[in-house]
């Protein structure tokens, strides 16, 4: 008889109030303590993204700001420490056991967020992106990452994403949640296809939100260590220093590509068709244009 911890519990889900979490890094009670119990202070930043939309480059973009564009922190401390994913088992330990004023990241869902955000004065930084290229970053992802099961063929794995069937839910839920935040002051959101045509530009806005403005020199400092070369060589967010129980990087990394638009390498026609439809579909009555939607 296979263990407890044999290959198949490796890759099981469970069901949180009707989203699935990969058992090896989440927990229900753990997920059941974020939402009902952890205690959000008012100057916490929320680094919150659907998965593989650019957590980990608005992380060191946040960190980088954090420490005024010296490279340091981001140099000697893992990026899941400096802005742990408090839904984890470990990171919500980190997320309570950090100093003030602390970064926390995110992939929950707008529902299943910390009650107690809803009445502090926290920010939320939403990072989105076009989901075609998020499925394809998945799809890689998915073949790395341990706690995941195998995506298989991609047309199937296509239609589990398509229908919200993997680990966070579905995008479509996740963005139309947390968008309904928009006309809040302590929400901001900015698309991964804007960081990457204008980092500088960007950063400047995420300065402006977070009321911390940065000199030349230091914004200077954010630009070039988040971008995706130096990040690349930093082992203190390009996840070498990630345990081989977590992630396989033999195949593919983690910061893999970098690029928007990768979809159209890896869709067909008729698959990216069917992705507009659904996308349509779902995003009908939605008062919100992104750089991905067609004029
Ligand atoms: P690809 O798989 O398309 O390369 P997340 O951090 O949400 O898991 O998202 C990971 C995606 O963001 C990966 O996309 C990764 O390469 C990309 N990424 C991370 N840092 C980046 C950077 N500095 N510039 C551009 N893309 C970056």
């Given at each position: 008889m296979e263990g407890v911890w044999g290959p198949r519990m490796f890759k099981e889900y469970f069901q949180y109030k009707g989203i699935s979490f990969p058992r090896l890094i989440y927990s229900e009670q753990g997920l059941r303590e974020v939402e009902n119990e952890f205690q959000v202070q008012d100057d916490d930043v929320f680094n919150v993204?659907?998965?593989?939309?650019g957590t980990v480059w608005m992380l060191e973009i946040l960190s980088l700001i954090h420490s005024n564009g010296d490279p340091s922190w981001c140099r000697t401390v893992p990026n899941w420490d400096r802005?742990?994913?408090?839904?984890t088992v470990l990171g919500l330990q980190k997320a309570r056991s950090n100093q003030a004023p602390r970064l926390i990241s995110s992939h929950l869902p707008v529902q299943l967020f910390a009650k107690s955000f809803f009445q502090s004065k926290a920010k939320v930084l939403y990072t989105l992106r076009n989901p075609k290229d998020v499925f394809v970053s998945l799809y890689h992802f998915a073949q790395i990452f341990?706690?995941?099961?195998?995506?298989?063929q991609l047309d199937q794995f296509l239609e589990q994403f398509l229908e919200g069937d993997?680990?966070?839910?579905s995008w479509f839920d996740h963005v139309k949640g947390w968008m309904g935040?928009?006309?809040?002051?302590?929400f901001f959101w900015i698309t991964y296809e804007e960081l990457q045509q204008d980092l500088r530009g960007s950063v400047e806005r995420i300065c402006q939100f977070l009321g911390k403005p940065l000199e030349a020199r230091a914004l200077d400092g954010v630009v070039e260590n988040a971008s995706f070369q130096a990040m690349k060589q930093n082992k203190m967010c390009n996840?070498?220093?990630?345990p081989g129980f977590l992630l396989?990087?033999?195949?593919?990394?983690?910061?893999?590509?970098?690029?928007?638009?990768d979809w159209k390498n890896q869709l067909t026609a008729a698959q990216s068709e069917n992705f507009d439809r659904i996308y349509r579909e779902q995003m009908q009555g939605l008062d919100l244009s992104f750089p991905w939607d067609e004029p």
């Open positions: 993204t659907y998965q593989k939309s802005g742990p994913w408090y839904e341990r706690p995941y099961k195998e995506p298989g993997v680990p966070f839910g935040l928009r006309d809040q002051e302590n996840f070498s220093l990630a396989d990087q033999t195949q593919s990394s983690f910061l893999r590509k970098g690029i928007a638009g």
